[in-house]
């Protein structure tokens, strides 16, 4: 299985503070992993990575990619462009999410995750059906909306000065269900944007092995640190 969370490509206009409702400062995703000179950019990079993940997908494995409105539509786009076959897009709907900045427009309070396969012949990919209905109390599992709250409290990373250590951490809780869906114990599956390591944290929980690649060295220095506290 493949989980990927990509850079959003957010394009936050520059030197421009972006103030709350009630006054404070948004510290936003700001960091050059997310800077793209156009969406011909993006969308270039969005395909050289997407190929790749595609080419090594086994016929019987899925592949998860996240975004937002910004990014999304785009990625879309480029996966059933390859060929990647759509099983389901899933909604995480935050609980908790960062209320629109000028408090006028409406709070961007989801997610979007595409659940696709290599392409369309695949037939017998993982799919945990029997498992969550037995967490749905024997009914099927039908719903696409995901109900959890953004990464907060203990679980959110800082340091001793209460700075976030990743922009974009996600729930620990959103990334289980995924892997309770589509994988089994001792299935391997690939994080490319690893960020702050969740995938693996909740893989090693799982007893499933993973690969995860980051670009920020720091990146890979907090998953491992992070991973070696589940030891
Ligand atoms: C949206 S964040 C992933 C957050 C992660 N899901 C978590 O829970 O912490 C995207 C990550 O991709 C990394 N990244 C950006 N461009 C990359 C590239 N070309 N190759 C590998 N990693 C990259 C960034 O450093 C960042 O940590």
Redesign the pocket.
């Known amino acids: 299985m493949i989980?990927a969370?990509?850079?959003?490509n957010l394009q936050l206009p520059k030197n421009k503070k972006l103030i709350r409702a009630n006054g404070t400062e948004v510290i936003p995703?700001n960091?050059s992993?997310?800077h793209f000179e156009s969406y011909d950019d993006y969308d270039s990079?969005s395909e050289k990575?997407l190929k790749e993940c595609q080419r090594i997908l086994k016929y019987t494995g899925t592949m998860w990619v996240?975004g937002m409105y910004h990014n999304i539509f785009r990625v879309g786009k480029i996966m059933q462009d390859l060929g990647l076959w759509f099983l389901n897009d899933v909604v995480w709907v935050k609980i908790d999410a960062m209320p629109n900045f000028n408090g006028r427009r409406f709070t961007n309070n989801h997610e979007t995750l595409i659940w696709a396969v290599k392409n369309k012949n695949c037939k017998n990919y993982r799919f945990n059906h029997e498992f969550l209905k037995q967490m749905n109390g024997g009914a099927q599992m039908k719903d696409t909306d995901w109900i959890f709250p953004i990464?907060r409290g203990k679980e959110r990373l800082r340091d001793k000065n209460g700075i976030k250590l990743?922009?974009?951490?996600?729930?620990l809780k959103l990334?289980q269900q995924v892997l309770l869906t589509a994988t089994k114990k001792g299935d391997l599956i690939l994080?490319?944007?690893?960020?702050?390591?969740?995938?693996a944290v909740v893989a090693k929980a799982l007893n499933r092995n993973w690969i995860g690649?980051?670009?920020?060295e720091k990146?890979v220095d907090l998953?491992n640190k992070r991973i070696s506290l589940y030891t």
């Open positions: 989980f969370d990509p850079p959003y995703v960091d992993w997310d990079f990575w996240m990464c990743h922009p974009t951490q996600k729930p990334i994080d490319p944007f690893m960020g702050s390591g969740t995938t690649i980051d670009k920020e990146y998953t």
